[in-house]
């Protein structure tokens, strides 16, 4: 640990005086930050020409993250989707972040797709454009022609990418470590979980071979449908640096003009894309978990293409059924099943007043129940939803908030194309559809026969386990643990009170005895310094170093 703070040092000094020229001294100085930034570069509050102050506490850390640099914005950025952990006003700033990051040049494109494929280039291609279709943060998109004649697209990550998320991360996670004590005041309970998710979700990112591998089971679960199509990656021509992936020609789904001059219903298309994507969560549990308009193609026949699976959520049977319970309670008017299905849905629920739970549930469902059908509005509700989450610290699975943003995003697309589109009007028949599913006689006996599984095997350890226990006790061997939680800092605080009340008491009784110690009686062999004896200048020596180890220890203690 302490080597990873030198080497980043430098990096870790130069956040403290950004945080500090964007106002947020209090989280410099409360922390160990405070080391790394000289007094005189404390108060430098100004941005450019501009005060910092002129702008809200939210959209200062915005900035902050801007210039941090690619890594920070892409934690920021997945922040966005975790309404349980952070207020709405910072997450309306995060989603304004954008990584927009030129190209790196061709010629390196090259000299790496030649690498990862250990030959050249002519070898595997007929055409490469050195024009890239794309960029991002941890990679660029050139099209190309295979020697065999299809169209592909190559995904090529940048050179130098994965040395420098790695060096972000760590810097991150040493940021995290000096200002734990700050973060969770501010009500960000675990923000080394925070960082060690993001730091897995990086590494997929890195890795070009997973989203190789989703796109492949995607292909595999809709191979039958007709309305919808998944292009084909090439694994034999991907690494985890670089991607071929099949080209598919089509306009946005918000190209208006260009499916009616196709002959398509825009209606008929925001319907169809709507209930591909209620397929995929309420059906098979996996879903494409970024479909903006640039990444939801059409083709002229109709069908519907999904690109770019670097992001793909996932729901366990359970976690479906829970969701989509929640769903099922609001359109029946019953916050009891909604506050049910919530605690089932939670990683940890622990609510501590369920009554006042279920009567904000209750209001909700009024304040919507009063609305028109046209009124209603998916981005009102999941704002709601996301806003009780955060207020009653639910820790509920990541892939909710990605299905709620989609549904956000999707319920725009439907507008565009449709103009009576209603996303609750789609995903009422779903709920049914879940509703039948989970209490059907295949699921029923699954249930039971892994319920019966989990009871046989505590029957088959438990006498082992009571034998155990028992032989412990005959002995006198059997031990409790206790852990006393949330008492830390006041045991911590008692220690130090003890500890300066016995060098008090040390520093008293050597005064007392330097005193007496005068008026002692002594053999010749004494020395005498300016008339006092030797063992009195002793005593004085001893209780002035035990005062000097107080006042150091009041001295850090005002600093803290």
């Known amino acids: 640990m302490f080597k990873n703070t030198i080497s980043n040092l430098s990096r870790i000094r130069q956040v403290a005086e950004v ?37 809200t506490r939210w959209e200062r ?41 030129p190209p ?22 007929s055409e490469f454009d050195d024009i890239t279709l794309g960029s991002a943060s941890i990679g660029q998109v050139h099209r190309a022609r ?11 990550q ?32 675990n923000p080394q979980d925070i960082v060690d998710a993001f730091e897995r979700s990086m590494s997929k990112e890195l890795d070009y071979t997973a989203e190789a591998r989703s796109m492949e089971q995607f292909r595999k679960l809709y191979e039958d449908y007709t309305t919808f199509y998944v292009p084909k990656p090439y694994r034999e021509l991907s690494t985890a640096r670089i991607l071929v992936i099949e080209f598919v020609s089509g306009c946005k789904i918000t190209d ?23 397929t995929q969560i309420f059906e098979f549990g996996i879903f494409h978990a970024d479909p903006h308009p640039g990444n939801v193609l059409v083709r002229p026949d109709g069908t519907i293409v999904l690109i770019d699976f670097g992001m793909v959520g996932r729901l366990t049977k359970q976690q479906k059924y829970a969701f989509a319970g929640v769903f099922i309670g609001m359109a029946r008017q019953d916050a009891r099943s909604m506050a049910l299905n919530f605690r089932r849905l939670a990683l940890t629920a622990e609510i501590p007043d369920m009554r006042a739970f279920e009567s904000d549930l209750s209001q909700l469902i009024e304040d919507f129940a009063m609305l028109d059908v046209k009124e209603m509005s998916m981005s009102d509700l999941a704002d709601a939803l ?119 008491l ?17 053999s010749p062999d004494m020395h005498y310094h300016r008339g006092v004896p030797e063992i009195t200048w002793w005593s004085l020596g001893a209780t002035g170093f035990l005062l000097l180890i107080l006042l150091l220890l009041g001295t850090r203690r005002r600093e803290k």
Do not use: C
């Open 61 to 101: 850390v915005r900035l902050i993250i801007e210039e941090l640099g690619p890594t920070f914005i892409k934690l920021a950025q997945a922040m966005s989707n975790r309404a349980d952990l952070l207020p709405e006003a910072l997450i309306d700033e995060f989603e304004k972040l954008q990584s927009n990051v």
């Open 256 to 278: 208006k003009a260009q499916l009616q001059e196709w002959g398509l219903s825009p209606a008929e298309v925001a319907e169809n894309g709507m209930d591909i994507y209620l």
């Open 104 to 125: 790196f040049e061709t010629a390196v494109a090259r000299q790496i797709i030649e690498e990862e494929l250990g030959r050249p280039i002519s070898e595997v291609f």
């Open 19 to 55: 945080l500090l020229r964007y106002g947020f001294e209090d989280v410099v100085t409360t922390t160990p930050l405070r080391r790394l930034v000289s007094q005189a570069r404390r108060l430098s509050w100004q941005r450019a020409d501009r005060q910092v102050f002129e702008t």
């Open 146 to 156: 295979l020697l065999t004649g299809e169209e592909v697209v190559v995904k090529v």
């Open 386 to 504: 996301q806003g009780i989450i955060y207020n009653y610290k639910l820790q509920v699975p990541g892939a909710v908030f990605l299905i709620l943003r989609a549904l956000v995003i999707l319920e725009g697309i439907g507008k565009v194309l449709h103009p009576n589109f209603n996303t609750f009007e789609f995903v009422a028949p779903y709920g049914a559809k879940i509703i039948r599913e989970q209490y059907s006689r295949e699921n029923l006996l699954t249930e039971a026969e892994y319920t019966g599984t989990q009871l046989l095997a505590l029957l088959q350890t438990l006498p082992a386990d009571v034998r155990q226990i028992v032989r412990k006790i005959s002995k006198g061997e059997l031990r409790l643990k206790f852990e006393l939680v949330g008492y830390t800092t006041l045991l911590r605080k008692a220690d130090q009170l003890v500890s300066r009340t016995i060098l008090a």
């Open 158 to 189: 940048r050179p130098g990418v994965r040395e420098k998320v790695r060096s972000d991360l760590a810097l991150l996670h040493e940021l995290v470590r000096l200002t734990a004590g700050f973060l969770q005041k501010q009500g960000l309970a």
């Open 506 to 522: 040390l520093g008293v009784g050597g005064l007392l005895f330097s005193g007496l110690s005068l008026m002692g009686r002594y």
